[in-house]
């Protein structure tokens, strides 16, 4: 029960978190375009500078919420951003390591909630795949440290200079949820979630104090947090 509850909150949220992401991808393409009395036949140019221009008409005339605006000019900057300003980097990365017994690995689990985990044999030098909280609570009465070999996905491994799309509809086309991002040599630098991708348009839900990345001070300065994104500080 106790693994129960750890994994089901990410889950819970994860599922939640995604619902604005998913609508907002589908819909505000469309919903632009009618702004701009445009369709498919017409067959019409309309650059990002146009739908920036509409999005602030909209804005100003109370049409679109400046979250709103906010979060569609993240949406289509997302392919200005390669995948390293978009990964959790390798230092920060938590995995769960099928040379360690059984009872250490549901250890790590109940203390690190997480919808979705790298799997390695050793550490992040050898990812043998990556496996959901929910197959490992469906698997529970029955998890051992072979079982868990066999409830992998195959690990997917990108460059650092994809960038946010392209990346985007990979993840899409690849039904993952994971994606590892590798330098020049093939060494892992990070990693990608969807859940990563969600918060580059949305922001940081339920941020909390430790985790934000620039903070006011007393005397008017900024502290700010060496890994925000250069996007991010802008």
């Not at 203390?111 to 990556?130: A, E, F, M, R």
């Not at 690990?155 to 985007?168: A, H, I, N, Q, T």
Request: glycine fraction near 6%; proline fraction near 5%.
């Amino acid at each position: 029960e106790s693994i129960a509850i750890v994994v089901a909150y990410p889950i819970h949220w994860l599922a939640k978190l995604a619902r604005p992401f998913v609508f907002l991808l589908t819909v505000s393409t469309d919903a632009l375009l009618k702004l701009l009395r445009q369709n498919e036949n017409q067959g019409e140019i309309v650059t990002e500078e146009d739908i920036f221009a509409v999005v602030n008409e909209g804005s100003e005339s109370g049409a679109i919420e400046p979250q709103e605006q906010l979060m569609i000019r993240k949406l289509l900057h997302l392919n200005d951003r390669l995948a390293l300003s978009l990964m959790t980097p390798r230092c920060d990365i938590h995995f769960l390591d099928t040379n360690l017994p059984l009872n250490a690995i549901l250890k790590h689990l109940r203390q690190t909630q997480h919808s979705v985990w790298p799997v390695c044999k050793g550490g992040l030098d050898n990812i043998i795949g990556t496996i959901s909280s929910k197959v490992l609570l469906d698997e529970y009465d029955h998890l051992s440290v072979s079982r868990l070999g066999k409830l992998l996905k195959h690990p997917r491994f990108v460059p650092e200079s994809m960038k946010g799309l392209p990346l985007l509809n990979y993840m899409q086309q690849t039904s993952v949820e994971m994606v590892f991002i590798v330098d020049e040599y093939g060494d892992v630098q990070g990693l990608v979630t969807l859940y990563d991708l969600l918060k580059s348009i949305a922001g940081e839900l339920g941020m909390a104090p430790e985790q934000i990345w620039a903070k006011q001070q007393k005397d008017g300065s900024w502290l700010m947090d060496a890994l925000i994104p250069l996007n991010e500080l802008k």
